[in-house]
């Protein structure tokens, strides 16, 4: 079968001045479609450079990206972002902010009110058409990820990519949020690229883990199934062998083989 | 029928002895409640200018009453000018007209001036902003341009385009462009990676980008430098007006020294303050309206 999302041989070397850092070396990663894929590693091994890499952000040194085999090097509406600061435009309202993307990508194929009802579709699908002439700054930080999901999701991306999408929430609201958005693969059936650093999460939500060994030339150390079956309940798993299982593989090789260095 | 009597019923309600606020309206007491604090607000922001005026005026008055003093004292002024101040309107031909004509000859050379700054120096500010060799090449050039003093450039734009009113506006424009630009440049170089981002999924145009994103992201700076720019082209205007002549505000100046007409100089300069005071508060109520909900992230 052929691969989804394909990185092929990545490399990425950062260069100021006479000083190189190699950042990523060697990633080769294949995602099957509507997979739930996260990558976990300490903080500065280079997966956000990665997904920016993913979604043609930044430019690869060596290597790239192939989607449905044709390669990818310039950021598209078919690999929509959720950033980890939501990155709404606080001078749109919610509703604005999820057109800006429609009317972009639906321009052609749908008329003005199509485009209206998928704006609010999307808006439903976070539950949060409620809230639709709000702005950003009146409404809570997880509203605004909510609605930076729905913006994401409006685009009808082929990979959706998430960066530390729930970093900047409570463990509460997180809580809730990682249950929508799980609602929704379940529902949608999206490929998902997660960046996360939080080992409850990425087993939760992932069909694969993939974990980061620690910078300069971070590689791929090791990709960990979950065989867990879906939809998953956030209460049950807590006492679930396997669920735990996972949970020990992930920390084992963060906490023991790859631990974090402070001076490197 | 029922109508008149509830309405009489509300009047008699009332006491006599009711603040005058209450008794203009007699619908609800919450309601009136509420003018009234507005009213106090008022109040808190009126009346200590109010007074300091007074004071001032009475100072002047005594100051300058004495025999032998070079300038007049307020009680003069008003008497020397009650035409000037009663007929704004009037328009004997020449330039003897009224102070109506004056100043809106004044703003108009300001609007055409300003108008074009405006457009000039937010399309610069752009360019500047968002390219590093524009930058490079255009900046030190901008740094130095800045510091010439407004009426400097008076002889060289008489000299270009040899006559008042183009010259006039030419040095309005000369003067509020700088800092139109500058604090765009500044703006659109502060505009987050993040909204640049958005912008790349999205795949805007450079049109959308520009209209979309920059603007209204750079919006904040680029109303300092407009604010900054009406007061200069206010404060150019009037010098340039001495020296060019013919119907405005800083000619009526001019001329009205040259008659040894002191007060009607006091009456202009009050009338330049205000309605320079006028114009930043309108670009600052512009700001305020545009800007909604951009300065907040």
Same mark, same amino acid.
């Given at each position: 079968?052929?691969?989804?999302?394909?990185?092929?041989?990545?490399?990425?070397?950062?260069?100021?001045?006479?000083?190189?850092?190699?950042?990523?070396?060697?990633?080769?990663?294949?995602?099957?479609?509507?997979?739930?894929?996260?990558?976990?590693?300490?903080?500065?091994?280079?997966?956000?450079? *990665?997904?920016?890499?993913?979604?043609?952000?930044?430019?690869?040194?060596?290597?790239?990206?192939?989607?449905?085999?044709?390669?990818?090097?310039?950021?598209?509406?078919?690999?929509?972002?959720?950033?980890?600061?939501?990155?709404?435009?606080?001078? *749109?309202?919610?509703?604005?902010?999820?057109?800006?993307?429609?009317?972009?990508?639906?321009?052609?194929?749908?008329?003005?009110?199509?485009?209206?009802?998928?704006?609010?579709?999307? %808006?439903?699908?976070?539950?949060?058409?409620?809230?639709?002439?709000?702005?950003?700054?009146?409404?809570?930080?997880?509203?605004?990820?909510?609605?930076?999901?729905?913006?994401?999701?409006?685009?009808?991306?082929?990979?959706?990519?998430?960066?530390?999408?729930?970093?900047?929430?409570?463990?509460?609201?997180?809580?809730?949020?990682?249950?929508?958005?799980?609602?929704?693969?379940?529902?949608?059936?999206?490929?998902?690229?997660?960046?996360?650093?939080? @080992?409850?999460?990425?087993? %939760? %939500?992932?069909?694969?883990?993939?974990?980061?060994?620690?910078?300069?030339?971070?590689?791929?150390?090791?990709?960990?199934?979950?065989?867990?079956?879906?939809?998953?309940?956030?209460?049950?798993?807590?006492?679930?062998?396997?669920?735990?299982?996972?949970?020990?593989?992930?920390?084992?090789?963060?906490?023991?083989?790859?631990?974090?260095?402070?001076?490197? | 029928?029922?109508?008149?009597?509830?309405?009489?019923? @509300?009047?008699?309600?009332?006491?006599?002895?009711?603040?005058?606020?209450?008794?203009?309206?007699?619908?609800?007491?919450?309601?009136?409640?509420?003018?009234?604090?507005?009213?106090?607000?008022?109040? @808190?922001?009126?009346?200590?200018?109010?007074?300091?005026?007074?004071?001032?005026?009475?100072?002047?008055?005594?100051?300058?009453?004495?025999?032998?003093?070079?300038?007049?004292?307020?009680?003069?002024?008003?008497?020397?000018?009650?035409?000037?101040?009663?007929?704004?309107?009037?328009?004997?031909?020449?330039?003897?007209?009224?102070?109506?004509?004056?100043?809106?000859?004044?703003?108009?050379?300001?609007?055409?001036?300003?108008?074009?700054?405006?457009?000039?120096?937010?399309?610069?500010?752009?360019?500047?902003?968002?390219?590093?060799?524009?930058?490079?090449? *255009?900046?030190?050039?901008?740094?130095? %341009?800045?510091?010439?003093?407004?009426?400097?450039?008076?002889?060289?734009?008489?000299?270009?385009?040899?006559?008042?009113?183009?010259?006039?506006?030419?040095?309005?424009?000369?003067?509020?462009?700088?800092?139109?630009?500058?604090?765009?440049?500044?703006?659109?170089?502060?505009?987050?990676?993040?909204?640049?981002?958005?912008?790349?999924?999205?795949?805007?145009?450079?049109?959308?980008?520009?209209?979309?994103?920059?603007?209204?992201?750079?919006?904040?700076?680029?109303?300092?430098?407009?604010?900054?720019?009406?007061? *200069?082209?206010?404060?150019?205007?009037?010098?340039?007006?001495?020296?060019?002549?013919?119907?405005?505000?800083?000619?009526?100046?001019?001329?009205?020294?040259?008659?040894?007409?002191?007060?009607?100089?006091?009456?202009?300069?009050?009338?330049?303050?205000?309605?320079?005071?006028?114009?930043?508060?309108?670009?600052?109520?512009?700001?305020?309206?545009?800007?909604?909900?951009?300065?907040?992230?």
């Amino acid at each position: 079968m052929q691969a989804y999302l394909k990185l092929d041989h990545i490399d990425k070397t950062f260069t100021r001045g006479n000083a190189t850092t190699e950042v990523l070396k060697e990633i080769n990663l294949t995602i099957d479609k509507g997979e739930y894929v996260s990558i976990i590693g300490h903080s500065g091994c280079g997966k956000s450079t *990665l997904l920016n890499i993913v979604a043609g952000l930044t430019g690869a040194t060596h290597g790239g990206v192939l989607l449905e085999n044709r390669e990818v090097n310039s950021p598209g509406p078919d690999r929509a972002v959720v950033f980890q600061n939501h990155s709404l435009l606080p001078w *749109l309202t919610v509703y604005e902010n999820v057109k800006l993307g429609v009317d972009k990508v639906f321009s052609k194929t749908k008329t003005r009110a199509e485009r209206h009802a998928w704006v609010m579709h999307n %808006l439903n699908l976070v539950q949060m058409a409620h809230a639709k002439d709000k702005r950003p700054n009146e409404i809570s930080g997880g509203m605004k990820q909510r609605v930076g999901i729905a913006r994401a999701l409006a685009m009808e991306p082929k990979v959706l990519l998430l960066d530390e999408p729930f970093g900047a929430l409570d463990a509460l609201t997180r809580a809730h949020l990682q249950d929508s958005v799980m609602a929704l693969h379940q529902k949608l059936g999206n490929t998902i690229l997660m960046i996360t650093h939080d @080992v409850d999460e990425a087993v %939760l %939500l992932s069909d694969r883990i993939v974990m980061m060994t620690n910078g300069p030339s971070a590689r791929i150390g090791e990709v960990l199934e979950v065989p867990l079956a879906r939809p998953r309940k956030r209460l049950e798993l807590a006492t679930n062998a396997g669920y735990l299982k996972c949970r020990q593989r992930v920390l084992e090789f963060l906490y023991e083989r790859h631990r974090f260095v402070e001076a490197a | 029928m029922s109508m008149p009597a509830v309405k009489t019923d @509300v009047a008699t309600a009332l006491p006599v002895a009711a603040a005058p606020v209450v008794t203009m309206t007699p619908k609800r007491a919450p309601q009136s409640e509420k003018y009234v604090k507005m009213a106090k607000e008022a109040a @808190v922001r009126v009346v200590p200018p109010l007074i300091v005026v007074v004071l001032l005026l009475v100072v002047w008055e005594l100051i300058c009453r004495r025999a032998g003093s070079t300038l007049p004292p307020p009680s003069r002024v008003f008497s020397d000018t009650k035409e000037l101040i009663f007929d704004p309107f009037f328009d004997n031909g020449g330039i003897d007209k009224g102070l109506f004509w004056h100043l809106s000859a004044s703003l108009q050379r300001v609007a055409y001036g300003y108008s074009i700054a405006a457009v000039v120096g937010v399309a610069l500010g752009t360019l500047v902003g968002q390219s590093v060799w524009a930058m490079r090449g *255009l900046d030190p050039l901008f740094q130095v %341009l800045r510091t010439i003093p407004p009426l400097a450039w008076l002889p060289l734009s008489l000299a270009a385009f040899r006559d008042g009113q183009p010259s006039a506006i030419f040095v309005i424009f000369i003067t509020s462009v700088w800092p139109i630009i500058i604090n765009t440049a500044v703006g659109i170089r502060n505009i987050p990676q993040d909204y640049r981002n958005v912008a790349a999924v999205v795949q805007l145009n450079p049109l959308e980008f520009f209209t979309k994103i920059m603007i209204p992201a750079a919006a904040p700076y680029i109303f300092t430098g407009l604010r900054i720019g009406i007061g *200069l082209s206010w404060l150019a205007i009037v010098a340039a007006e001495m020296l060019i002549g013919g119907v405005g505000i800083g000619f009526f100046i001019w001329d009205a020294w040259n008659s040894s007409h002191i007060s009607e100089i006091i009456l202009a300069l009050f009338y330049v303050g205000i309605i320079g005071f006028v114009l930043d508060r309108l670009i600052a109520g512009l700001a305020k309206f545009v800007t909604r909900g951009t300065a907040v992230n």
